[in-house]
């Protein structure tokens, strides 16, 4: 949940960018994507959305007005206010309050914190799980390949949130009894594991494209191990759609965790992430308490919005058949 | 052109012909799952409300929850300890096996069996002998004035039809089934078409049923709707007639509706939460080595950490009567004369400091989420009350039927601390004591005493209570029984939660404060 993990996906892109000595800052404003970026209003207001929010999220505990983590700050008597704005709302809470007292701005801040932290970390999970299979797969082909490919396929019958599911359910049974923390990585886990076919076919692919080239074949007439020729020279190679793809995913992981804690199997009632939060104010909707459920939801909304409108645009401006 | 208006006009004709005369669908909903078809596995209101429309217990209970008899037409005590039954003649099960002795003996061997959630039915040492073909005596090893009390949920099963059927032993768990208990053969009211456990289920009238039917339905057709929302939406809607339970803070908006009403009534049903004081070391836990709910301090402080009077108003709002005993006062005469320990977070720490716990401990927290009132909201706020006198407990929301088996005696009570409700089935203290609060002995005392607690001498109380016949003395006993586990805050009572059943205005139906859900009696326009 560092600062280095949430940067990682922003930091690569700007790597795939540049990765040249020359001025690092020239590089960027003086390529393509660059332009591509400066030229679209779009994208940019997408790209300030997230910034903000990631941003935001990251801040948390400095700027969120409450600990809504901190159990034994909420009292249950301050629970379901409305809006600050709307008749009977609190000053102290500017979004209101949840059935327990929780305050829904703070628990936003806290729960998108915990929602990006998991989507980075499972799509960071899963590109490191396909690439290196799907670099195996193409560049050993035969048995491996066809192993590989076939387990690739029956994965992609089944709806990615029913594999998340189901790992879910097994790593629940297996962490059973450990106190704290376990959720997170359960979730990181099963959205991640169910997010690697796309790269993996993707990245085999391109590599069977990539391993008859010449540097490929210089490659292996000097005698470097196969390790040493998949990730250096073919990966570097083969990176760039997996970054589109990834920045897609990471909406997509996004919404599978929010999901999975909606249906109740994601991140604990007490520490809620937008999902749980959805959840929550689900429960409320007949009796007029909207805003437990309109907030998060909107977030969420805005939330994958932009991060899909940033993926879209990175798969264009990549594309130089689209150029 | 032409053609095609006659042919329409033809179709309507046999589409409106064809329709049943007067096809009344009684559809409903409950927030929990409707799982095994066989009443012996868990003994869970909702489970045998819904079994009680399809099987039958010797005796019955009218609406007012009154014993009255059922497939025994009557009964008579010989000698106090030896009680004789008639049974109902030319009584036939769904599958058209007679009903005879040999059925209720099998019954009570069944209900007796190792796996069977219900062994407090029948008093451990009675023996049932068959006198003639319709008539059984019960012969109990002491007097028992309310051997029959809980007989109204002990239904009868088949011999037949269970041999037959691979039947004969008690299902174990409720979520994983075996093929028998997707089929049930009862000799009551209605018969099961299908069932897919937690999805949906339809019941058909049973034609050849020994009663006279109250009710004017075709068909009744159950189904789980877990999510709150959902539940309400389909209500409002009316694409169910009837369910259970409104949430709390929807039951202005269902009143409010035209064509929708919200039946409420005080519930039979305690709330209270447990805490394993029976192992040397808490299960989950970070204090190792020793178990701190075995001083009656840290239960005691555990007990004044949490604020009803909050749970009352905001959790529940205003839909709970908070209780400082065990059972309902509809149903103790002498229930004012308990107070809860006031609430009184000061007075907790110093007692969890006195105890050696001046940082409190941490510990998991077991909690169903779709079996009572607001149950995880009870719990979440519960955990956060605790975080103030420095407990850290972890929330495990779960569902009842996997709630059931982890907390019960499925998986050993795999619990270190949890939230369970429930109401006699007797209707009298003597059941509480012996299943809430007596110590597991594995052969029905303490089987839903969810947290071990044990004090023998409430034990011996208990057996006195059983015995006594004088309302007086009887009362006294179990008033001691009750202040023995409340000064030593054996078991923390939460409150008594309020019926709330949303019904459409087209459906008459009885509310027993039981909360049996018996459609039996339903009458829809």
Redesign the interface.
Known sequence: MSAEDQGLPMAETSRAATAAPRGILTRIFDSDLWYSFRSSRLVMAAATVTLLMVGAALLAPVIAPHDPY???A?N??D??LPPVWVQGGDPRFLLGTD???RDILSTILYGTRSSIAISVLAVLLAIGIGVSLGLVAGYFGGIVDTIIMRIADVKLTFPAILVALLINGIAQTLFK?R??GAEFWILVLSIGLSFWVQYARTVRGMTLVEKNKEYVQAARLIGLSRAAIMFKHVLPNVLSPVLVIGTINLALAVITEATLSFL?VGL???EPSLGTMIQIG????????WWMVAFPGLTLAILVLAVNLLGDWLRDALNPKLR | MKLRITTLAAALAVAVLTAPAEAKTFRYAFQGDLNALDPYTLNETFTLGAMGNVMEGLTKRDKDLKIIPGLAERWEIVEPTRWRFYLRKGVKFHGGEPFTADDVIFSAERALSPESNIKSRIAAGTKVVKVDDHTVEFITTGPNPILHYEWDTWYIFSKAWSEANGATKVQTSSSQLSPFTLKANGTGPFIIESHQPGVKTVFKPNPNWWGKPEHNLTEVIFQTIKSDATRVAALLSGEIDMMDPVPVQDIARVKANASTDVLTGPELRTIFLNMDSLRDELLYSDVKGKNPFKDARVRKAFYQAIDMEAIHSRVMRGNSANSAILISPLLFSRSAEFKRHPYDPDAAKKLLTEAGYPNGFAVEMDCPNDRYVNDEAICQAVVAMLARIGIKAKLNAMPKAKYFEKAGATQKYDSSFNLLGWTPGSFDSHNVLLNLVGCRDGKGSGAFNYGGYCNPKVDEIAGKVLTENDPTKRDELIAQAYRIVHDEAGLIPLHQQTLAWGVSKKVKIVQRADNQILFYWAQKE
């Open positions: 901190d159990l034994r909420l249950l008597m629970s379901d059935d327990q007292g009894g106190l704290g109740g604990p009632p007490t689900n429960k409320y909707l007949f009796s007029g308490s």
